[in-house]
T-cell receptor, first 113, second 115 residues
């Protein structure tokens, strides 16, 4: 079982729709969760971080965390063509404070005008 | 406030040569992480360093790869005797302090091509 799993997609949504991206992780001791966006040929860019169960909203983005289910998601409201990118879920695994991030394979999002 | 800087942005090497990748963290950041992204694959952790110390190198290949973060100057990821399988994007990230909750900010990456 992979430590962090994402559906590779592509996930295709029409412009203006809600895009829902999902991620599961295997280490119950994980405390910190991050969503990064990566455009083709570019470096990862932080979208959201979340540490507590529940929802965290920032503009059009909402991160949701459920530690009991070991599940974290990212919702993008009013999707725009510029949101088309690969979204990476990252988890700090283990009980130590090394800060090492484990990334999922990424989900490719395509927003069609 | 300059972000994480990496150079070179692109590096071409022939098999058997050495590759040196440099990373300067964001101002005020003293923690550096190196990740590798192979074509069509996800980001994989390689090594975590603080000034003059390697904290976690669990993701580094045992041979040919080394990393340092000296008291002065950038962090260096060194790959000796490169092989074609080393072709990848190498990203450096930095954070201000240690800890599981700290956000890591990524540099633009170095794209290594081994001929």
């Amino acid at each position: 079982q992979k430590e962090v799993e994402q559906n590779s997609g592509p996930l295709s949504v029409p412009e203006g729709a809600i895009a829902s991206l999902n991620c599961t992780y295997s280490d119950r001791g994980s405390q910190s969760f991050f969503w990064y966006r990566q455009y083709s040929g570019k470096s990862p860019e932080l979208i959201m971080s979340i540490y507590s169960n529940g929802d965290k909203e920032d503009g059009r983005f909402t991160a949701q965390l459920n530690k009991a289910s070991q599940y974290v998601s990212l919702l993008i409201r009013d999707s725009q063509p510029s949101d088309s990118a690969t979204y990476l879920c990252a988890v700090n695994v283990g009980s130590g404070n090394t800060g090492k991030l484990i990334f999922g394979q990424g989900t490719t999002l395509q927003v069609k005008p | 406030n300059a972000g994480v800087m990496q150079n070179p942005r692109h590096l071409v090497r022939r098999r058997g040569q050495e590759a040196r990748l440099r990373c300067s963290p964001m101002k005020g950041h003293s923690h550096v992480y190196w990740y590798r992204q192979l074509p069509e694959e996800g980001l994989k952790f390689m090594v975590y360093l603080q000034k003059e110390n390697i904290i976690d190198e669990s993701g580094m290949p045992k041979e040919r790869f080394s990393a340092e973060f000296p008291k002065e100057g950038p962090s260096i990821l060194r790959i000796q005797q490169v092989v074609r399988g080393d072709s990848a994007a190498y990203f450096c990230a930095s954070s201000p302090t240690q800890g599981a909750g700290e956000t890591q900010y990524f540099g633009p990456g170095t794209r290594l091509l081994v001929l």
